[in-house]
């Protein structure tokens, strides 16, 4: 059959440009300077201090003009000043360094001591950072597995002592040249004084340069256990609400476990949690785009990091903001920050819409067109909390959300088996049926014990099956943090260092995993030693966030492991649990990517995030409760539809997002839609897609549609973006034509049911996109019928037009 876009249904449109655009954005005159300190002391040789300057506007408003002011200092030779505000020792002494912004003067003092006297240097607190700042061990050059050139450094530095080896001892020690280090290979090639695969690194004018210079021509030590070393590093400013289009420059601040205080932003990594909304550069001098929003900048040095937060409202001010319907706390937070941020939220959604909403994100289901009818006819005034109700008891909740909970704890067939696979989802799938508290069934995984079949819970640990495994997957499903990389190398935008990746490692050494007399059982026996692999020392079982013990507890370390992750304390669990299901419900997590919790990737609103935390513990872990709770509020309960201010905005839930409908739930509705189910393979007749315990069942729609192959616990297995393929599948695929032209389905039904084309018409709208037709749709539609002389293949051109409408395709 072919089908032709002749008619104009109403459909939902959606269309998202993200760009880079250029603009001249005018700096406004300030009336007044001030820099953040009057007096600068530079102790050392190449030290060096980033000023920065504010300016006040007449409006009161407050921004950074560091890079629209002039710099003089009133003697060079002592302290030499460049026009982005770096002031650098030269000679000990004392100046004055000029800050001018329009009319406006201020004067910083400068102290210069120990100009010539290089500080003793550490390969680690020294050498090191120029390696990382330069590329020179990232995972492109010197740092991938095999090297480069025959030259391999750790990964961003993390085992200092190999790095100091490969510079100092290998190649036969042609890398460095004490005797004359400026003729060192090292130097030469970062120069660019000899051909280099990696261009010029480090010009030799630079501090870095010197410095590098200057420990080979000292002997290249490698430093002392009891040098100080980085306990912490402090950016400034900490948060600022900016403009569109404006700028700011970061400072870095290092402070050593001896108290002392280094500038050290020119060898500080930044990067953006959001690059459409904030761009940085290396030096720290960032760029707030065209977009409102909230971001963060993060910075990292020697393993430590800190975040600079960005609120960037909308241009035009909106003096007399719209009162706003608040149903829950949800509402108030959410409309604080849209009331910062100039953005006014979009109207309510209808019934239709909630309809169809509510039943796609509860059980992953369409209503039915007799379900659809008696909704949008009740006119009861709690009618939408009583749906919501009444969908938390179906069976179908209880399917749909063990099928989501399937793919992150990883019930695969391959790993399991059939029988076991099976028994471990249907104790998911049992759990969510009757609501077990969320902190009980984590514990149930976590602290598994005991024969299989007793204990289906514990095939977790035969889907992962390494204490590595299950320390990163544990922490990556139920606390939301990715620890994984700290395996190798201290993680590069977070605080995991070896230490605490293999600490949490340890608590899985003691698993065990046996037959007995009633089948494969897991035991807590071993007692596995878990050693770093670079210092080879002994690590014992500790948390994330927590101190290092002298030995690991005693018992059975998965039960206290349990304990702690579930405890109402514990910083990430109940944020984790209610940030994935907030970002299931809404379409975009307060934290994004959902499974990635660090304190350089903050949440867009960490006052609602915290709120809802809170509720959940309060509410005994009740998903329910929770569910309930979102689905009330006015914020999940608000139109896709854009007014002037919220067009642009992505992460605010100033209105609700269209959702690409999951693999399984698609090919559901279309089975539902057509009434003509689909025959899985290995699986009894009359099974839906979400009700597939086995991820391996082979079908050509699911994998095209972005079913996960449950190999990781990464949210992003699941393909959620459309494609190409995909629009091409639903239009012109034989499968679903045969379901449209189907002699027992829908469309063939209803043809001989209803001879009146108007209430066809209805039959069709309330069966594809839960909702009545509009009197331009029945009249559009009903025309159509009546111009086709075959009514039936009239009708299936309707309803395939309806089919692939976005209105059908997105949850909205």
Known sequence: MKRTAQLSLRVSTVAITVMWVGHA??????????????????????????????GTTADGRTLDVTHKAAFRSNEPGVAHVQETGVVEAMTDGHTTVEVVVDDQRVVVSVEVTSASERRSLNFENDIVPILSKFGCNSSGCHGKAEGQNGFKLSVFGFDPTADFQALAMEGRGRRVFPAAASRSLLLQKVSGAMPHGGGVRIEADRP???????????????????????????????????????????????????GRRTDVTRLVDFQSNNDALVAVDDAGFLTVGTSP?????????????????IAIPRDEKIEDYPEVAEHNFIDRLVHH????????????????????????????????????????????????????????????YADYWALKWSDLLRVNRRELGHKGAYEYYHWIRDSFGANKPIDQFAKEVIAAEGPL????????????????????????????????????HHHPWDRWSQSDYFGMQAYFTQFNLKQSPRGEAILSSANRKTTHPRTGGEIFAHALGTTSPDASPDGNRRHLLADWITSPDNPWFARNIANRLWAHLMGRGLVEPVDDFRLTNPPTNPELLDALAEYLVDSDYDMHQLIRLITSSQTYQRSTNVNDSNHDDQQNYSRFVFKQLEAEVLL??????????????????????????????????????????????????????????QVLHVLNSPKIHKKLSHEGG????????????????????????????TDQETEVTIGYLADQPDRRQAAEDIAWSMMNSLEFLFNH
């Open 25 to 54: 954005w005018a700096v406004p005159t300030v009336s007044a300077i001030t820099v953040e300190t009057s007096q600068v002391i530079l102790d050392g040789r190449d030290a060096s201090w980033q000023i920065l300057v504010n």
């Open 337 to 396: 920050r849209l009331r910062q941020l100039n953005i006014v939220p979009a109207k309510p959604a209808s019934d239709a819409d909630f309809l169809r909403r509510v039943y796609l994100d509860l059980i992953g289901t369409l209503p039915t067109t007799d379900e659809a009818r008696e909704f949008l006819s009740n006119s009861r005034s709690d009618r939408r909390e009583q749906l919501v109700t009444h969908l938390l008891e179906r069976r179908e």
């Open 668 to 725: 559901d509705a279309v089975c539902q839609t057509t009434g003509i189910g689909e025959k899985f393979r290995g699986v009894p007749e009359g099974s839906r897609a979400i009700q597939l315990w086995d991820s391996e069942v082979p079908h050509y729609f699911l994998k095209l549609f972005g079913r996960p192959v449950r190999v990781t616990a990464c949210e992003c297995e699941r393909v959620g973006e459309p494609t190409v393929s």
């Open 293 to 309: 929003g909230s971001a963060a900048v993060m910075a990292t040095y020697l393993g430590n990091v800190d975040v600079f937060r």
């Open 453 to 488: 079949n007793e204990s289906p819970a514990g095939h977790f640990y035969k889907a992962v099956k390494q204490p590595n495994q299950m320390a990163s997957t544990v922490s990556q499903v139920f606390l939301g943090v990715r620890i994984e990389c700290a395996q190798c």
């Open 208 to 258: 870095e340069y010197r410095i590098l210079h200057d420990w080979i021509a000292s002997g290249l030590p490698l430093g002392d256990k009891s040098d100080p070393r980085v306990s912490s590093i402090e950016m400034t400013p900490r948060e600022r609400t900016m403009a569109i289009g404006t700028n700011q420059q970061l400072r870095v601040v290092a402070t050593f476990t001896d």
């Open 746 to 773: 829908r469309i063939a039904k209803l043809v001989q049911v209803y001879a009146d084309d108007k209430d066809l018409i209805e039959e069709l709208y309330l069966a594809f996109v839960n909702r009545f037709p």
